[in-house]
């Protein structure tokens, strides 16, 4: 997976902005508050369809414009291809995939990016959200058919959630919730039984990736939780067992307004020679497992995909320590894998590194060459 090409008109900071990618380190240099990430978010919108930063489209449009876009060229298996997004700020977004336009659904996959950020820090020591939308981006990244699961599944627990409250106001009757009681086991199934099938993988890859960073000092284990349900406990049938507990819980639901079990309510337990980071890992330890992870899923998404994708470093070199930027950017050119970095300062890369960059200040990037 590579990006050749990116323009941006009218979109952030940028009037007009066109970039060509080196096929290994793209490096932007600058201070705050520049336009260093807006190329990164730019690139991640374009697998996404959507920002990390915003959940607006029109705050990407440019102060004062009416309208703004993202044009990505991009090779999949040697293949190239085009992404562009229209913004607007009086009527929806267009996205054309080669020049059709395609709904936002048909996005996911065609272009593959990790996205390493700050904010990444805290996928151990934060909530299990957090960890759910890391395990569920990567898996859709790979498999369109779980994110398309996914959406049907968050729409059959929204309706069951509205049913529920219904019921408590007697709008409803209870016998109407063994219908969706059934819908959401059936999808609720689906998504665990993939979720347990690459946390598993997940657990291989970040534990070769820790014992690589912790000169096989440590070793890493990632286990998927699901809510009620110890393991000693679990069903052979996935979709019987989520059936029997939506049943069992539903006078509770009712009073509630909720559905308190499903994919919705699980998380992943991280661990380091069998102690829970969050709970007692170190700093060190928690930015070391986090580390581990990004890399793991660099590896899963090739191994399910046949190709590295993009990996985006937002500012994350000033959080690493010397040893640990040092380990990235080795495993980064080993791997040949193409990469996106901001950083404020030239310090936090060796001089091969640096040999050719880009200057980014005030909207204007400017290639620097330095041999």
């Not at 890399?295 to 994350?316: A, H, K, N, Q």
């Not at 996106?340 to 005030?362: H, M, N, P, Q, W």
């Amino acid at each position: 997976m590579r990006v050749n090409s990116l323009q941006l008109i009218d979109y952030r900071n940028y009037e007009k902005l066109e970039l060509s990618f080196q096929d290994n380190l793209n490096i932007f240099v600058g201070c705050n508050a520049q336009g260093k990430t807006n190329i990164l978010e730019a690139v991640y919108y374009a697998a996404y369809g959507s920002s990390f930063r915003s959940n607006a489209d029109s705050e990407l449009i440019r102060w004062h414009a009416h309208e703004g876009s993202i044009s990505l060229g991009f090779s999949r298996l040697d293949v190239e291809n085009h992404l562009d997004f229209a913004f607007y700020r009086d009527r929806r977004r267009t996205i054309s995939y080669n020049g059709k336009k395609i709904p936002a659904r048909e996005l996911v996959g065609a272009v593959n990016v990790v996205l390493f950020a700050p904010d990444d820090l805290l996928l151990i020591k934060g909530s299990p959200a957090g960890r759910r939308k890391f395990l569920d981006m990567e898996i859709s990244q790979a498999s369109p058919a779980y994110y398309r699961e996914l959406i049907t599944y968050n729409r059959l627990l929204q309706q069951r959630n509205s049913l529920l409250k219904e019921i408590r106001e007697r709008r409803a009757k209870k016998s109407m919730l063994e219908f969706w009681n059934h819908q959401l086991a059936e999808s609720a199934a689906k998504i665990t039984a993939k979720r347990l099938e690459a946390v598993k993988k997940f657990s291989m890859l970040a534990n070769l990736m820790q014992r690589r960073i912790s000169g096989n000092e440590e070793n890493l284990s990632i286990r998927y939780q699901i809510k009620g349900c110890e393991d000693r406990e679990m069903a052979e049938n996935l979709k019987i067992w989520y059936n029997d507990m939506l049943n069992r819980l539903n006078d509770e639901e009712i009073y509630r307004g909720i559905t308190s079990v499903g994919p919705h309510r699980d998380d992943i337990i991280i661990s380091v020679n069998d102690i829970n980071l969050r709970s007692f890992g170190s700093q060190g330890q928690q930015r070391t497992g986090v580390l581990s992870m990004k890399l793991s899923e660099l590896e899963f998404i090739r191994s399910e995909t046949g190709e590295y994708p993009v990996l985006l470093l937002d500012d994350v070199m000033s959080e690493l320590d010397a040893k640990r930027r040092q380990q990235l950017l080795e495993f980064i050119e080993r791997e040949g894998i193409q990469t996106l970095i901001t950083a404020t300062d030239e310090a936090y890369f060796d001089r091969g590194s640096l040999k050719e960059y880009f200057r980014v200040d005030s909207g204007t990037v400017v290639s620097v060459n330095k041999v």
